[in-house]
């Protein structure tokens, strides 16, 4: 089971995790597709030759977009959960005080660390996805 979920996340990021969707230039990451709207803040890949590491997109949103984006999946509203696994880095995206929704999506049911964190902060206005692989 293990190999395969290895041989899935290694197929993800091969396969770009930005590409286009078939509605024009219509992005999809993570099986989330993006507003065309969006503006690009920065994007951050750090992994290894194992493909240990994770990779960061990062995009200025509207209250529009927010309304788009919650529509593709469940969001809870921030913050955390305390009981929640996710990886810390996403709160180098993320102030006390920030207002938002957040959806954690796992890859890999037997370790948690293995997941997609969406982060839309409406205090910031800013979407955030930070996969994680490890």
């Known amino acids: 089971m293990k190999i395969f979920v290895f041989i899935a996340l290694v197929l993800m990021r091969c396969g770009a995790p930005e590409k286009s969707s078939n509605r024009g230039d219509t992005k999809e990451i993570g099986g989330l597709v993006l507003p065309d709207s969006l503006i690009a803040i920065d994007i951050v890949d750090e992994s290894d030759d194992s493909g240990d590491g994770y990779l960061v997109h990062r995009y200025k949103i509207s209250e529009e977009n927010i309304s788009e984006l919650k529509l593709q999946r469940e969001f809870s509203r921030l913050p955390f959960k305390r009981n929640e696994v996710i990886d810390n880095r996403i709160y ?40 994680t692989f490890v």
């Open 92 to 131: 180098d995206y993320l102030d006390e005080g920030d207002h938002g929704y957040y959806s954690v999506i796992r890859f890999d049911k037997e370790d948690p660390r293995d997941q997609m964190i969406v982060l839309l902060n409406s205090t910031r206005m800013e979407l955030t996805i930070l996969m």
